[in-house]
């Protein structure tokens, strides 16, 4: 918000984007999660934090003054029950970070293991459609719409970045996202999605000590931000889902809706491989003084 003075200079008065606003984000307790939880708080909201981590979510919502619920979100139930604390706590819901997911181990498509990634299935997926199923209904009550979020990733749009059910997982969140747009759009609630790529956070170590029992955290980071992204070849954090979320969460993000933000540092626009095209090989005596 810009204010002008008494001087005719204009002045940035720090606003909070969520000021009364009240938000569910599954998976809540720490990563991308967490780190969205923190700065929707810092913004005015009003938060839940919801997930099976009881410890580390129980002290998350302490420290924001929000509140805890254990959810598992495959079970319809707890996520209804983490929409309704929210509503009782509150009087209604205005934000819904469908967050929470998990990966696999992986393997050939040859061998794959039906009951295995049943679990990711019911994380991953069904856990969106609970999470958007229950916090419409909510927002449809409340009259006021609302904004629902959900976490893809670029593996829904590029092939070999993560494993068969984990990515068939996160593409059909992109249509479910696009599809309950659709619908939502008539009763003012928004229906968008975030896909993050290369974000240095426990699932993405965890992935790499499937290989590499040892591999530090400080190695995994150096081994991503080699051909991580266009940015440097840094990683992404979880601050930087979390800042593109809260986007979405807020009024400013007010004509944005079936919409996938892909937070990836350019790598699924570009060849990241063939940068050296781009490079700067002047020499000082091309430009003269």
């Not at 955290?217 to 954090?237: D, H, I, P, T």
């Not at 004509?255 to 990241?272: A, F, K, P, Q, R």
Request: with cysteine; proline share 1%; net charge neutral.
């Amino acid at each position: 918000m810009e204010q002008h003075g008494h001087n005719g200079h204009a002045h940035i008065i720090a606003t909070k984007r969520l000021l009364n606003k009240v938000a569910v984000v599954t998976g809540g307790a720490k990563g991308i999660g967490g780190a969205t939880a923190k700065l929707m708080a810092e913004n005015g909201a009003h938060v839940v934090i919801a997930d099976i981590l009881d410890e580390q979510g129980t002290s998350l919502a302490k420290s924001i003054n929000g509140r805890f619920i254990h959810c598992d979100v495959s079970i319809e139930s707890d996520v209804e029950a983490a929409i309704q604390l929210a509503i009782t706590w509150k009087g209604k819901l205005d934000i819904m970070y469908n967050n929470a997911g998990i990966g696999d181990e992986g393997g050939s498509i040859t061998t794959i293991d039906m009951k295995k990634i049943s679990k990711v299935i019911g994380v991953n997926m069904y856990g969106v459609i609970h999470g958007t199923k229950h916090a419409a209904r909510a927002m449809i009550s409340g009259g006021k719409g609302g904004s629902i979020i959900n976490s893809s990733s670029t593996a829904a749009i590029m092939g070999g970045l993560g494993s068969h059910a984990y990515t068939l997982t996160k593409e059909a969140i992109l249509g479910l996202t696009r599809s309950s747009s659709c619908e939502l759009g008539t009763y003012g609630i928004r229906v968008n999605c975030v896909l993050p790529h290369a974000v240095l956070s426990d699932m993405l170590v965890d992935t790499y000590r499937r290989f590499e029992k040892d591999i530090t955290v400080e190695e995994v980071e150096q081994k991503m931000g080699e051909n991580a992204s266009l940015l440097k070849g840094r990683c992404g954090s979880v601050e930087d889902i979390a800042h593109a979320v809260l986007f979405l969460a807020s009024d400013e993000s007010g004509y944005i809706t079936g919409h996938n933000l892909v937070i990836d540092g350019g790598y699924t626009s570009s060849s990241v491989n063939m940068t050296f095209i781009y490079r700067d090989k002047k020499t000082k005596s091309d430009h003269p003084s």
